[in-house]
């Protein structure tokens, strides 16, 4: 794997990173580690003609180098944040405890492995599913204050936390941030779908976005990584790593 560096350039050495180095490379910043400030990042995929998917899932677009960073990002959050419409078609599983990790995460105060998040207004959930079976740590559900009452009890009966974030049946980006931050989560890891990046986008309160960029093309009609109204003045990012192999990008932006 070639290592661009902050500057963007092409690095010589052709290697393997490993996952500690990986850890290193993509650290929250100081402000979530120490301060514990929220800072969210969000990791998405997306092809050379910009599709964020094929066929409905992320994953043929994706390659072993981009799972590992997939991997590393979420032993890194204090949480995962997902919509629900990218649970049921990508199969969504708990985060699961990794061994290389754990003296890390012990260190910074957080569990065996993040908590997943998961982004519903209509709490249409399938609580067989392993998120609500088998997690190591609960899941959670960010939903808006009304909510059908029978259906927050029976994610609850499943075992999920609801968490109220929104005054209606939507969820409002802001309120999911700080509500987050209020159970002692402040570094956050949205792992879309594009509805929901598109949410954050708008909301302003995405800090930073994890990007691998596919060398493929798949025309078609597939979503872009973020969807919804576009904002008025389009928000500027700043490039901080980039790293390649075998023709993925893998890059690192953060606000401005």
């Not at 050495?13 to 400030?37: G, I, V």
């Not at 995962?80 to 910074?108: D, K, N």
Request: net charge negative; proline share 5%.
């Amino acid at each position: 794997m070639n290592d661009g560096g902050p500057s963007g350039g092409a690095g010589a050495a052709d290697r393997e990173w490993s996952l500690a180095e990986l850890a290193a490379a993509y650290a929250y910043p100081e402000r979530a580690n120490e301060r514990r400030e929220t800072w969210l990042r969000a990791n998405m995929v997306s092809t050379l003609d910009g599709a964020a998917q094929h066929d409905g899932r992320s994953q043929p677009i994706s390659c072993a180098s981009d799972m590992r960073i997939f991997g590393t990002l979420r032993a890194l959050a204090d949480v995962v944040l997902v919509g629900a419409e990218t649970v049921r078609r990508e199969g969504y599983r708990p985060a699961r405890a990794r061994a290389e990790f754990a003296a890390a995460r012990e260190s910074a105060g957080q569990g065996e492995a993040a908590a997943i998040a998961i982004v519903s207004a209509s709490l249409e959930l399938d609580y067989s599913l392993p998120l609500f079976t088998s997690p190591l740590v609960p899941t959670l559900v960010l939903t808006g204050a009304a909510a059908a009452p029978d259906r927050v009890a029976a994610a609850e009966k499943a075992g999920a936390r609801v968490v109220v974030a929104g005054d209606g049946m939507g969820v409002d980006p802001a309120r999911a941030v700080q509500a987050l931050a209020g159970l002692g989560h402040t570094r956050l890891l949205a792992e879309g779908g594009p509805r929901l990046l598109g949410q954050l986008v708008a909301a302003g309160v995405l800090d930073e976005l994890c990007l691998t960029i596919s060398p493929m093309l798949t025309a078609g009609d597939a979503q872009r990584i973020s969807g919804g109204p576009s904002i008025p003045v389009p928000r500027r990012f700043e490039l901080v790593s980039l790293l390649e192999e075998d023709g993925f990008l893998f890059s690192r932006y953060r606000r401005s």
